[in-house]
């Protein structure tokens, strides 16, 4: 195609998180997102996941920026890893640059990074590219699509979103500006899929306020809220109605207390004077005078709520009277942490709110009725269903054909698929290197994962280590072969007739390659780690992480 725009997800396809999606026109790169995945059970160790952006290094000199749809993690959470290999303009509106300038000053990077603040109003000019915004609803303050003017049409993210008419902020979703949009002609439209699942439209946030009266009135004891520290629109409700009820309220959490304090410091958060106390002074108070807002509504291990559940607070003590308000929605791979949590809330006397049916959580994304609805404003020539798994994006692209587009026009993308489009046609043309990538603390792993396969090697089947002596000049070993075993076998009599063979079979393959004056460390421990291997999967089943130590003298 002479003249085409391309788009390349890296990341958010087929998955939930680390959305990240490169839109390519006239040899010049704009980034849209740049968020991270958290981890599963199985991946020990791990802190974070981002994407691979093997492929933008390759093309450092024609991306351009970064641009934000809104502050939530999955969104804009790689930001700090990526800038470090990456270092380009990021656009995004006030709330979203505040989380992201907290992030970039913890990881040294405030100062290096241009940063530049965008609304609904703004547009601008990057390369070839006309850059726009639509304000959207949604569980995070000043949340945006971003609209990509091009001279063969518009591309828009439509980013998370919802049709919120009673907002907590009085902030809607712009639905005239899509309309709009629309009837200008849209080239392609990538809309989120995460909640194209659930029939009907997404309820107000506002009806959440309506649950946190009857729970604050009927509650003889505390009352502790857990929730995502970024739904600030959640947050201010719980304390405006709390405050109607007579109740102080204290926050409990690192992200809680920065995001409430960054919302306030920006006029995104009122605070009725007197209604905020410390953690440390919540015995001063009776019971049923307190609220907690808290982290954990996800069951993670350290947070502030878990601590509480398993007795490891330094403030706060549950028992029996407490009432605890789960206001969240597990994301996927959390289910497990979250009913653990809510076990051990159960366990000390608390009362639990939690689920779909209590009323206190309504999702920040749009639901099949809402979807319909944005396809329907927009009518795009194309459309990408984005942000999801395969089944999200294949319920999505069927509401499409529903509302008109082509089956031919509509892409079911892979992260790393190139989708080439003109005014004709568009097709999938290339792939290009994707993946995750491990973030542990603030180091980055390797993109294959060699050092996760180790931890989950060791998990599983312990650790066999062999320490060899040898003359540096012949290759003559010196000594006989020590073995240590950890997390091997459960027996120690078994364990010590292995290590016994092994042992023996590897004095056996010391003298074979003395014999040949075999020298070098590499050498000499790969023979070590090929010999054992096969011989404790032989007489064991079980494949130990084998390490080799070569000591020459």
């Known amino acids: 195609m002479s003249d085409s725009l391309r788009i390349i997800p890296l990341g958010g396809l087929g998955e939930i998180g680390k959305n990240m999606t490169a839109v390519e026109y006239r040899g010049k790169i704009v980034v849209?997102?740049?968020?991270?995945?958290?981890?599963?059970?199985?991946?020990?160790?791990?802190?974070?996941?981002?994407?691979?952006?093997?492929?933008?290094?390759?093309?450092?000199?024609?991306?351009?920026?970064?641009?934000?749809?809104?502050?939530?993690?999955?969104?804009?959470?790689?930001?700090?890893f990526v800038l470090k290999q990456l270092n380009k303009p990021v656009y995004g509106s006030r709330f979203t640059l505040a989380l992201i300038k907290s992030k970039l000053d913890e990881h040294g990077l405030l100062k290096v990074v241009e940063l530049n603040e965008v609304s609904d109003t703004s547009k601008l000019r990057l390369g070839p590219f006309d850059v726009s915004f639509i304000a959207t609803s949604h569980s995070v303050p000043d949340s945006l699509s971003i609209v990509l003017g091009t001279d063969l049409g518009a591309v828009l993210l439509t980013g998370d979103y919802r049709f919120d008419h009673t907002p907590i902020d009085g902030r809607i979703t712009d639905v005239n500006a899509f309309a709009q949009l629309g009837q200008k002609g849209i080239l392609a439209l990538l809309g989120d899929s995460t909640n194209v699942e659930t029939p009907g439209s997404t309820a107000s946030e506002s009806t959440v306020g309506q649950a946190f009266h009857q729970i604050f009135a009927e509650a003889e004891g505390r009352v502790i809220v857990a929730s995502f520290a970024s739904h600030i629109h959640r947050i201010q409700q719980a304390i405006t109605i709390a405050h109607l009820h007579g109740r102080k309220f204290a926050l409990s959490g690192r992200s809680m207390v920065k995001n409430a304090n960054i919302a306030r410091n920006l006029g995104y958060l009122d605070v009725p004077d007197g209604a905020m106390i410390k953690l440390t002074q919540i015995d001063d108070y009776r019971p049923e005078e307190i609220l907690?807002?808290?982290?954990?509504?996800?069951?993670?291990?350290?947070?502030?709520?878990?601590?509480?559940?398993?007795?490891?607070?330094?403030?706060?003590?549950?028992?029996?009277?407490?009432?605890?308000?789960?206001?969240?929605?597990a994301i996927p791979g959390n289910e497990r942490s979250v009913t653990a949590t809510i076990d051990r809330l159960l366990k000390v006397g608390a009362t639990v709110i939690y689920g779909e049916g209590s009323g206190i959580h309504v999702s920040g994304h749009a639901a099949q009725e809402d979807l319909r609805m944005?396809?329907?404003?927009?009518?795009?020539?194309?459309?990408?269903?984005?942000?999801?798994?395969?089944?999200?994006?294949?319920?999505?692209?069927?509401?499409?054909?529903?509302?008109?587009?082509?089956?031919?026009?509509?892409?079911?993308?892979?992260?790393?698929?190139?989708?080439?489009?003109?005014?004709?046609?568009?097709?999938?043309?290339?792939?290009?290197?994707?993946?995750?990538?491990?973030?542990?603390?603030?180091?980055?792993?390797?993109?294959?994962?060699?050092?996760?396969?180790?931890?989950?090697q060791l998990a599983g089947d312990g650790i066999l280590m062999a320490v060899v002596t040898v003359d540096a000049q012949s290759g003559d070993s010196l000594a006989p072969a020590e073995l240590v075993a950890r997390g091997f076998l459960h027996n120690d009599e078994r364990l010590q007739e292995v290590i016994d063979e092994c042992a023996t079979a590897l004095d056996a393959l010391m003298a074979e390659l003395g014999a040949v004056h075999v020298t070098g460390q590499r050498l000499i421990r790969d023979d070590i780690k090929d010999k054992l291997a096969e011989l404790v999967y032989a007489r064991t089943r079980r494949r130990p992480l084998i390490m080799p130590v070569v000591i020459e003298v």
């Open 374 to 456: 944005m396809l329907n404003l927009t009518s795009p020539q194309y459309f990408v269903p984005v942000h999801g798994e395969y089944r999200m994006q294949h319920f999505h692209a069927e509401l499409a054909r529903q509302s008109g587009i082509r089956d031919e026009d509509i892409f079911i993308l892979e992260n790393g698929d190139v989708l080439e489009l003109d005014a004709e046609n568009g097709e999938i043309v290339d792939k290009v290197p994707t993946g995750m990538v491990f973030v542990d603390g603030y180091e980055l792993g390797d993109a294959e994962g060699l050092v996760l396969r180790d931890r989950q």
């Open 32 to 80: 849209l997102d740049c968020g991270v995945e958290f981890p599963r059970d199985d991946m020990l160790g791990i802190d974070l996941v981002i994407p691979d952006i093997t492929w933008l290094l390759g093309r450092r000199d024609d991306v351009l920026a970064f641009v934000i749809t809104h502050g939530h993690e999955d969104h804009q959470g790689a930001l700090p």
């Open 292 to 329: 907690i807002l808290s982290t954990g509504s996800q069951g993670e291990p350290l947070s502030a709520l878990t601590r509480m559940a398993f007795d490891d607070h330094p403030q706060v003590a549950l028992h029996e009277g407490d009432t605890v308000v789960i206001s969240a929605k």
